[in-house]
C-alpha cells in the first residue's frame, strides 16, 4: 500500500472524441487508489475547449467507465459536494480565480491581437529565439488596464511568470524537476470569450475538489511547472502529482497513429474501449491488460481481477517508461478471463453475441453449450462461429463436404447408414456411450476414426470445424442426430 490516508483523486476527460485505452487506464489507477485506501474517485468532464467538443464523447466515456467496474462517487451525472463536475458549468469559478489572480500581482489582463502575437512569433522564429510571448501588456499600468476591460475592450488574461530564479516541482515517478521561470512562457488562462484554459480551470477544481493526488497523462509534464506556479500563487497546497507514461504502437516506436489505429481495428484489434467490448473482450481482461501497461506487481504475476488490483496496486511500483500497446496479450488475458467464468456467466455473455449475429437464443441451451467451447473462445464474439449451429433449424452444409476423406459419396452414404443404426438403436447419446462404440464402428469399417468422424461432424453440426463432435452430440440430442443423419443419407445418395 503505497498511502495510508483516504485519497481523492480525479478523472478529467475533454470529452473531445472516442475513449481511448490511455484514458481508461488514467481512469484505472485513479479508481484503484481511490478504493484501496477508502477514498473518493471523482469523474470531471473537463469540456471547455468548444472547437474540439465531440457530441456524445461524455456518454461513450461513462459507458466505458462503467463497463470496466470502474464507478465514480462524485460525477456530471451523479452529483456530489463540490459539484458542478462539468466545466462548462463553472465558468464564473475560474474567472473570479482568474480576477484574483490579476488583485495579487499573479496575472495580468492582456490587450494584444492575434495579428500583433503571430507578428512577434514570427520575428522570433527569425532571430531563432523560442516563441513566447513578449510581455508588452505585462507594462500596463494596472488601473488603465482594469479601466481597458470595463470599457469592454477585448483582452485576455496571463499569467505573470516570474522572470527570476527557478521553480522545483516534484513528480512522483520521476522526482524533482527544476527549471528556469524564464524558460516559461505568460501563458493565457482565460481566453477573450472568457473561457478558463487547462492550466487554470483544473488546479482551481483540483483545490475546491480537495484533489489529493493528480495522476494524470506524461503529456501534461511540460506545463506542471506552470500548474506549481499558479497552486503556490493561490497560496495553495500542491497536490501529490503522477504523470503516468505514454502508450506506444505494438512495434514499441512511436505513438499510435490514426493509420495504425485503422490497421488495428482491421486486424480484430482496437484501441478504443467501446470497440474492444464490440470485438467480444471481457472488461476483465482488459483491464488486467491495461493495468499491466505501466505497472507491475512482481515482474511474475501476470493474472489480476479487479479485486486483486485494488488491493495490490501501488503507486510505487509503476513505470515510467512508455509502455508499448500488444493486442496479443490481450488475447491471452481475454482467454484466462473467461476460462474462469461459470457456464452460466459465460452463456449470459455470449447471448448478446449470438443474438447480433441473428440467432435466437435460449439461455439453458446456451449455458450446456458454453463449458465445450470455453476452452476455445479467445473472444465472445468467436461463439458465433463455434456454436451458431446449435441455434440453426436447418443449415446449408455443402454436399460435398459430407463426403469422407478418400470416400465416395455411396461408402459415405452407406458409413452414415451405420452410424444412423447405431444411434438409433442406443438409449441415450452421452459422450461416453457414443465414443467408444463409434470407434469400433469405424474399425469394423475399416475406416480411420478421422474419416468418419469427419462426416458425422459434417452431417450433425452443418461444419467442417465444431466443438468436440460427441460433447455437441450429446447437446444436440437423438432425435435431431438421426434427423440429420437422415437427410445427410439422402443427400449422399442423390450425389454421383
Ligand atoms: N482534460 C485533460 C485531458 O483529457 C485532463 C488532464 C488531467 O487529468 O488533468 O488530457
Sequence with gaps: MSTLHPVRVRFAPSPTGRTHLGSGRTALYNYLIARQTGGQFILRSEDTDQKRYVPGAEEELMNSLRWLGLNWDEGPDVGGPHGPYRQSQRKEIYQEHARRLVETGHAYYCFCTPERLERVRQ???KAKI????????????????????????????RFKMPHEGSITVHDYLRGDITVE??????????????????????????????????????EWLPTFPLHAHIIRAFG?????????????KPSGKGKMSKREAAQAMKDGYSIFIGDLQDLGYLPEAVVNWVALMGWSFDDRTEFFTLADLIEKFSLDRLNPSPAAINFSKLDH?????????????????IKPFLERAGYQVDLELLTRIAPIIQERLVTLDDAVDMAGFFFRDTFGCQPADL????????????????VYELIAGLDDVKLETVEPRMRLLAD???????????IIRVAVTGQKVSPPLFQSAEIIGKPLILERLKAAIETLEKME
Excluded at 510571448?133 to 483582452?155: K, P, Q
Excluded at 469394423?444 to 468418419?452: K, N, R
Aim: charged share 25%; aromatic share 6%.
Design 333 to 349: 488475458f481475454n482467454g484466462l478471463h473467461i476460462r474462469r467464468l461459470t457456464p452460466d456467466e459465460l452463456a449470459v455473455r
Design 181 to 218: 521561470n524564464r524558460a516559461l512562457d505568460d501563458y493565457v488562462l482565460v481566453k477573450s470569450d472568457g473561457l478558463a484554459l487547462y492550466h487554470l480551470a483544473a488546479m482551481v477544481d483540483d483545490h475546491l475538489m480537495e484533489i489529493s493526488h493528480v495522476i494524470r497523462g506524461v
Design 130 to 157: 523560442n516563441a513566447h510571448y513578449d510581455g508588452t501588456c505585462r507594462r500596463i499600468d494596472a488601473d488603465e488596464a482594469a479601466r481597458r476591460v470595463a470599457a469592454g475592450e477585448r483582452h485576455v488574461i
Design 123 to 125: 520575428e522570433q522564429i
Design 403 to 418: 463426403v469422407g476423406q478418400n470416400m465416395t459419396p455411396a461408402e459415405s452414404a452407406r458409413a452414415l447408414q451405420r
Design 444 to 454: 469394423e469399417m475399416g475406416l480411420s476414426a478421422g474419416q468418419l468422424f469427419g
Design 236 to 248: 495553495w497546497e500542491l497536490p501529490t502529482f503522477v504523470h503516468l507514461s505514454i502508450f506506444l
